[in-house]
């Protein structure tokens, strides 16, 4: 039983009908009467004895936040649920989904992306017409690992500033710049490459790179954003490039068993990759460097020479 | 005489008289150690009653008194007396450290949805540790109110996120429509926060009309964009204008008594100093790198270094040139503001406010975040401790308005958003 008694005041109620709001560390408490008057009490020992006493029990939150001990093993439990769920709760989750995204939506998000850089960062192929029915045909041609039905559709563009480089849309269709083309010396390297975009394709590494990126950035908003948005945005820089350093790992994995498949060796891509960066970076110019590597969203290219012997000797 | 005592956000006691006096010899208790005893109503400093008969109504008291928790930076003192009242913040890092964790937990696990509650018992935390003459504020916002809101917002977030990826013209509808809606969003937040923060149990009120935010964004918004941004500070006065004028606390009304001019003028000063700090940070990277060069041989390897002093420059610019601005800006703002017959006084400082940002950057980022909630509360004490409120007729004599329910969908969705509309 509560009584409030003051100068022309005064007013009872059983503790049970009154809104007791929760502790916070020694913040004045108010307790709400049933018609919305309320009453603003200093948190003190003789109110939490009261408050006992009279079987008011805590919400098992309060209790939690109470004891160090708890509040450890929260802690615990938090760091635990984000790293496996970053390591891999969320790539298997992204996984499924993308497996399961009607091929109209990802015709319709490859068809924004390409929309959105045709024109301005990439443009029609200067390479003549029977040369990409050559290749298209030979591509068509190879054996290729299990890909789940996604029939992979090959385009040409012209690359300008962006150099020779080829990649995978989330529908299945394969880009290869014409710079890229020229700097293959033969056609066993160009179909490498498009083994190894294939795999990209295959297993739908944009869409999950896509989901798994969004999920990232939303977790370090709800943590890190009330901090700092810069913060947040280098962080998910970085964790997004390691997701994407596997999906790269994964591609390189499916193109040399596809190119063993076609009695060629996994060596080309390796070799072929060499190439590229040695291209890419006299396009730049400097050499480089080692900090980059960490930052990339590429596993470093000595690294994917030696997946490669290591594949080509299996 | 039982006595207890709160240290570390914990109350220990019962202590008999010795073992309290004790204490107090020790130095374990000193003048500010919130005390209690049995024929107190409420904790208080020990400083306040030492020595003499305690009474029963709380003191007011200066809450930077010498001797106050020495943080990096020393607060001024504001003077005290029957007609001024300061601010105070009694919340402590490692309290709110406690809750904050196990509400991340918590939000975490339940995929966002537990954020609403995470937020109310933040507000609150906030709130009730915010006091001014004696009492405290407190939050009455309703978790399931706010959740609503952040699933509305969650949903125009999603959209703007991901339609150009599907569809543009989806994505423009999108855009325009959060765009026509911004005004009533924007009207509803604030609305939406004041009325559900309450003073000794008088609610504030907000009464602006989404017809008069939308003249105001848009008005002075197209002049800002007409004269290549040399308008907005205009814009920033009347958005806060329109905010503090159409506030109050229960029947009375909040006054913003300064026009465009003065905000022009700390905008004007902030260029300055950022040009100053600008160029005197820009002269001494370029001579660090050219040392370096000199040094290293112009090895390529060291080309690092230039973006990484960039960089440095910049947070460097960054903590003098923000702290300058948010201190003048709040000082002027607040310092103008009036309720009734009273007014605030606002005496934040550039170096007092660059040193708790400094600190709570750089461990932030130490931590990994952890130091987040020390972080928070190091900021919520600062600007208590820089506010007071002068009243020549007392704060006994401010009446209740009308209650009414408001709902939470323009306070939510203004935040995921990203708009920022706090003064």
Same mark, same amino acid.
């Given at each position: ?7 022309? =005041?005064?007013? !009872? @109620?059983?503790? $049970?009908?009154?809104? /007791? ?9 108010? &307790? ?37 001990? =708890?509040?450890? !093993? @929260?802690?615990? $439990?938090?760091?635990? /649920? ?9 790539? &298997?989750?992204?996984e499924?989904?993308a497996f ?34 050559k290749l298209r045909k030979h591509f068509a041609s190879l054996a290729l690992p299990p890909h789940d039905g996604v029939t992979t559709r090959v385009e040409f ?8 480089n080829a990649f995978a849309l989330p529908d299945g269709t394969i880009i290869f710049f014409?710079?890229l083309v020229?700097l293959a010396e033969n056609d066993d390297e160009l179909v490498a490459v498009f083994a190894h975009e294939a795999g990209h394709a295959a297993h739908r590494h944009g869409?999950r ?36 350093r596997d999906f790269e790992r994964d591609a390189d994995r499916y193109a040399a068993q596809a190119l063993k498949m076609n009695n060629l060796s996994p060596l080309l891509l390796g070799e072929f990759l060499m190439k590229l ?21 590429h596993p470093?290219t000595?690294e994917r020479m030696k997946a490669m012997q290591d594949l080509a000797t299996q | ?423």
């Amino acid at each position: 039983m509560l009584s409030v008694n003051g100068r022309g =005041l005064s007013r !009872a @109620a059983a503790l $049970a009908d009154l809104e /007791i709001s929760e502790p916070l560390d020694g913040a004045p408490r108010t &307790l709400r009467f049933s018609d919305g008057a309320s009453c603003e009490l200093q948190d003190t020992p003789a109110l939490a004895a009261h408050l006992a006493a009279s079987g008011h029990a805590e919400s098992l939150v309060v209790r939690t936040q109470r004891r160090w001990h =708890l509040v450890a !093993a @929260a802690f615990a $439990a938090l760091a635990i /649920i984000l790293f496996a769920g970053y390591r891999w709760v969320l790539p &298997l989750a992204a996984e499924k989904l993308a497996f399961r995204m009607p091929h109209a939506v990802l015709e319709r998000i490859s068809s924004q992306a390409i929309a959105g850089v045709e024109g301005k960062w990439i443009f029609p192929s200067q390479l003549p017409e029977n040369r990409q029915e050559k290749l298209r045909k030979h591509f068509a041609s190879l054996a290729l690992p299990p890909h789940d039905g996604v029939t992979t559709r090959v385009e040409f563009r012209s690359g300008g500033m962006l150099g020779p480089n080829a990649f995978a849309l989330p529908d299945g269709t394969i880009i290869f710049f014409d710079e890229l083309v020229k700097l293959a010396e033969n056609d066993d390297e160009l179909v490498a490459v498009f083994a190894h975009e294939a795999g990209h394709a295959a297993h739908r590494h944009g869409l999950r790179q896509i989901i798994q990126q969004s999920v990232v950035a939303l977790v370090l908003a709800a943590y890190i954003g009330d901090v700092s948005t810069l913060g947040g945005a280098v962080s998910g820089w970085l964790l997004e490039a390691k997701y994407s350093r596997d999906f790269e790992r994964d591609a390189d994995r499916y193109a040399a068993q596809a190119l063993k498949m076609n009695n060629l060796s996994p060596l080309l891509l390796g070799e072929f990759l060499m190439k590229l960066e040695q291209a890419h970076l006299r396009q730049k110019g400097g050499t480089g460097g080692n900090i980059t590597n960490y930052l990339s969203t590429h596993p470093p290219t000595e690294e994917r020479m030696k997946a490669m012997q290591d594949l080509a000797t299996q | 005489m039982i006595w207890h005592y709160r240290e570390g956000g914990r109350s220990i006691g019962p202590l008999t008289e010795e073992e309290f006096q004790q204490l107090v010899a020790d130095g374990v208790i000193t003048s500010e150690t919130q005390v209690w005893n049995d024929g107190a109503g409420i904790w208080r400093p020990y400083g306040s009653i030492a020595g003499s008969d305690a009474p029963h109504m709380p003191h007011l008291q200066p809450s930077g008194a010498p001797g106050a928790e020495t943080d990096s930076v020393s607060a001024p003192l504001l003077s005290v007396g029957p007609a001024r009242h300061a601010f105070s913040f009694s919340g402590s890092g490692s309290e709110y450290f406690r809750i904050w964790i196990v509400n991340l937990l918590l939000t975490i696990v339940t995929l966002g949805i537990y954020s609403a509650w995470a937020k109310v018992r933040r507000s609150q935390y906030f709130y009730r540790h915010m006091s001014m003459g004696g009492a405290s504020f407190d939050y009455h916002g309703k978790p399931l109110a706010i959740l609503k809101g952040r699933i509305i917002a969650a949903v125009l977030a999603i959209g703007l996120q991901y339609s150009p990826q599907v569809s543009m013209t989806a994505y423009s509808v999108i855009l325009v429509v959060v765009l026509l809606i911004f005004p009533f969003l924007l009207t509803r937040s604030f609305a939406f926060r004041l009325h559900n923060s309450s003073w000794r149990s008088i609610r504030f009120r907000f009464h602006g009309m989404a017809k008069d935010a939308a003249k105001t964004l848009y008005g002075y918004g197209l002049l800002a964009a007409a004269t290549f941004g040399l308008c907005y500070p205009a814009l920033y006065h009347r958005l806060r204008a329109f905010g503090f004028n159409n506030a109050s606390f229960g029947k009375t009304a909040f006054r913003l008594g300064i026009g465009a001019g003065p905000v022009f003028g700390v905008f004007v000063k902030t260029v300055f100093l950022m040009l100053g700090t600008g160029l005197a940070g820009a002269f001494l990277v370029v001579v660090g790198v050219a040392g370096i060069a000199v040094f290293t041989g112009a090895h390529t390897k060291y080309a690092f270094i230039a973006p990484v002093l960039g960089f440095a420059l910049y947070f460097f610019v960054l903590l003098i040139v923000y702290p300058f601005f948010q201190a003048s800006m709040t000082n002027l703002l607040w310092g103008n503001l009036r309720l009734g017959s009273g007014r605030f006084e606002s005496i934040q400082t550039t170096r007092g406010l660059a040193a708790i940002w400094a600190k709570n950057a750089l461990l932030t980022l130490f931590t990994l975040g952890l130091y987040w909630p020390w972080a928070a509360v190091n900021l919520a004490r600062y600007r208590a401790q820089t506010l007071a409120f002068a009243t020549p007729m007392g704060v006994d004599h401010f009446t209740a308005d009308a209650e009414s329910d408001m709902s939470a969908a323009g306070e939510e969705v203004t935040d995921v958003l990203n708009f920022d509309i706090s003064f």
